[in-house]
């Protein structure tokens, strides 16, 4: 069993930065894959990022290429969202989650999930 609790998250202008945390309970954090999903008003939730289990292997959704950096401290059992450049459009409730077996792009494929936190950015 793992729990995810997040922070971070806010009311930003175009541009700005934010960065999320997700700290996770337990002693096999370093196990997980570890994820980043966002859900926007009547929208379904989004793959935004991962990351493997040893903090090499990175994967990001087309539109936070190069804006958005995913990593991991296995030492803290947390991960971050480190987000530049933000824009309208990533405007959203973003989740952290970890999945217990391989890396994937679908909601489905994650076992845990953090609260959610607001980001909203303003034109």
């Known amino acids: 069993q793992v729990q995810l609790v997040q922070s971070g998250g806010g009311l930003v202008q175009a541009g700005d930065s934010l960065r999320l945390s997700c700290v996770a309970s337990?002693?096999?954090?370093?196990?997980?894959?570890m994820g980043w999903f966002r859900q926007a008003p009547g929208k379904e939730r989004d793959f935004v990022a991962a990351?493997?289990?040893?903090?090499?292997?990175?994967y990001y959704a087309d539109s936070v290429e190069g804006r958005f950096t995913i990593s991991r401290d296995n030492a803290e059992n947390t991960v971050y969202l480190q987000m530049n450049s933000l824009k309208p459009e990533d405007t959203a409730v973003y989740y952290c989650a970890a999945a217990s077996s391989t890396y994937g792009r679908t909601w489905q494929q994650y076992d845990y999930w953090g609260q959610g936190t607001q980001v909203t950015v303003s034109s």
């Open positions: 337990g002693r096999t954090f370093s196990s997980y894959v």
């Open positions: 990351i493997g289990w040893s903090g090499v292997y990175t």
